[in-house]
């Protein structure tokens, strides 16, 4: 089954920073684009970030450059998030998501949730 | 930017058809797919490419996409299908979705 859980969600003080994980499984990580979307409460999904299936291309949401960076293992079969300077309005669920090899998410983890706030 | 609108909220009663759209600039030049979104769960895929399916989506959805407005087509809509709907597409190497469409069966 091809399963992707995130995890290092929580609650951070305005400018502090957290790492986010996405354990991937069921399927050849390391072919695979991935991306980063979140989701403010009560409002839509918003996409934040992707890289390239060996980690050597990224891009960013103009609203996250300069603070997040994506990363991956293909070792470990893992997608990261390092988020700094986090500011109130980064307070989102925060989803990865396999780009299915032509621009579509599928599947998406079950996501995780991070809160700044003082 | 580019920009991805979605009418906030489209009813529809059960058993008839549904249509939710999204508009963009020259989206029709572009693939744009859709996911569904209910309460409290994550996106789920229901249509790429424009108007493909993937398993285990019912037949009942469908899409298409031509000019400024993809379309998301649901015939036959039942209770379960009450949910929130996204529109996706790529442009400039930079993923944009949609604001989001509540859809409400009643």
């Known amino acids: 089954e091809v399963q992707l859980v995130e995890s290092g969600g929580g609650l951070v003080q305005p400018g502090g920073s957290l790492r986010l994980s996405c354990a991937a499984s069921g399927f050849t990580f390391s072919s695979y684009w991935m991306h980063w979307v979140r989701q403010a409460p009560g409002k839509g999904l918003v996409w934040v970030s992707r890289i390239n299936s060996d980690g050597s291309s990224t891009s960013y949401a103009d609203s996250v450059k300069g603070r997040f960076t994506i990363s991956r293992d293909n070792a470990k079969n893992t997608l990261y998030l390092q988020m700094n300077s986090l500011r109130a309005e980064d307070t989102a669920v925060y989803y990865c998501?396999?780009?299915?090899?032509?621009?579509?998410?599928?599947?998406w983890g079950q996501g995780t949730l991070v809160t700044v706030s003082s | 930017s580019y920009e991805l609108t979605q009418p906030p909220s489209v009813s529809v009663s059960p058993g008839q058809t549904a249509s939710i759209t999204c508009s963009g600039d020259?989206?029709?030049?572009?693939?744009a797919c859709w996911y569904q979104q209910k309460p409290g769960q994550s996106p789920v895929l229901v249509i790429y490419?424009?108007?493909k399916r993937p398993s285990g989506i019912p037949e009942r959805f469908s899409g298409s996409n031509s000019g400024n407005t993809a379309t998301l087509t649901i015939s036959g809509t039942q209770a379960m299908d009450e949910a929130d709907y996204y529109c996706?597409?790529?442009?400039?190497?930079?993923?944009?979705f949609g604001g989001g469409t509540k859809l409400t069966v009643l």
């Open positions: 490419q424009d108007s």
């Open positions: 020259k989206l029709g030049d572009k693939y």
């Open positions: 996706q597409a790529w442009d400039s190497g930079y993923v944009v």
């Open positions: 998501a396999r780009d299915d090899l032509g621009g579509w998410f599928d599947p």
